[in-house]
């Protein structure tokens, strides 16, 4: 019987965590909405009554579905942090931050296109509304705030670059270059170990210092009809160095936390840099798993305020389709690069008679193991451990004489393996054959 504590999560949660995004960008769709309305206003310089309740309504719709969305988040957050899954968690704790950033300027708008909307209906008839300077100068106030909406998320995505490359070098410069030395009688990490540890940090700092340069010397002459797109869209593909770093995150900061608490010249480094007020190492080495959605999110911001008529406009579509692209580019790297190593774990604790099994097989993948029972030919029950991918099934014994591994017994194969919530009662299953 597989146990239905491992037969549910992954796809629940995977499920859950594809409803918060459909429902942030359902709510970022209306939020769309809303400034193509105060846009295309921007041509006759005045807004009806219907137009403005039609704001009102686009604005609402996104409240409501933006907290839904950090709802349904939220709800994750205890279930991460009982699997440990840090990295998930501060994600998802980013995604809140950011959504309810949105709830409290979009309740601000409504606030004050309510205020608009009592304060003519109390003095003019729906007739003269629709002629009153009021109006004009209602829509212009929309319209500039726009703009300057538009040059605030331009100065906002450089000081973050600023910062962010400021936490890098001090990422190298208060841990990296204090437990590396290329004496090795008085190393507290070995060169080659930092390289796996933290990949290709170096590249990324010349990165993020290149394109800081890039976004300064743009914003130096900086006015509503100046053009950042095109800054993006000139560093896109080089964001791509960004996959060495990821693949090698997850392991590098449980080898550094396991460093500190066993080594003391390790745990003096960091000691070190907690006096003197340092983030802690681990919070620095998220910046770059964090970075690449972060840029998404920044463009995305500056589609919404910016007309169809800029000069920018395509220039920013085209960096968003590209960062989503490369965005997903390093999550599928990271991706296979899991999937392997959790393949290549499993079969270091399979073992047969003769030789080790060879799982790893381009395009497999792990879905979940667990206990069954097999039912011999002779009618008798036999509990086995089952290891379930894509494509094949795997079943197992556990020994006693080699605690934590398995003698392997047989597997079989098939194609487009997947996980479905049923019922608990329904939760058994059984394999049949006379071996």
Known sequence: MMESST?????????????AFDLANKAASFEHHLDSQTSSAKINQDISNEQLNQLVTFARQAVDNYMAACSEFMSLLPEF???????????ICENVSYLMNRV????????????FDESDSDSEDEDQKAQSPKGATRMKAVVDKLEKKRTNIVREIQDSERQYLTNLRTLKNVYITRLVSENEDSFILSIEDSKIIFGNLDEIIGLSETFLAALGNRLAHWSSEETIGDVFNEHAMFFKIYVMYTNNYEYG??????????????????????????????????????????????????????????????NIKLAVKQFEEVAAHVNERLRKHENNSKVLEIQSKL????????????????????KMYKIRSSGVLAEVHVFLFSDILVYATQTVLLPGRYHYRNQFEFYGAKVSDIEARQQTAFIHGSQ
Request: glycine letters at 4%.
């Open 81 to 91: 942090a009982n699997r440990g899954k840090a990295k998930a968690q501060a994600v």
């Open 7 to 19: 037969a549910t999560s992954t796809t629940s949660m995977n499920e859950r965590v594809s409803r």
């Open 253 to 314: 900061v449980n080898k550094l936390l396991n460093l500190f608490e066993t080594n003391k010249e390790a745990k003096a480094v960091a000691d070190a840099a907690s006096k003197s007020g340092v983030k802690d190492i681990a919070s620095l080495m998220i910046n770059p798993i964090q970075r690449l959605p972060r840029y998404v999110l920044f463009l995305k911001e500056l589609a919404k305020c910016t007309p169809e008529s800029h000069l920018d406009a395509p």
């Open 351 to 370: 073992w047969k008679v003769r030789g080790s099994p060879c799982l790893l097989s381009p395009g497999r993948r792990y879905i979940m193991e667990g």
């Open 104 to 115: 409290a300027k979009l309740n601000n708008l409504i606030q004050e296109l309510v205020i």
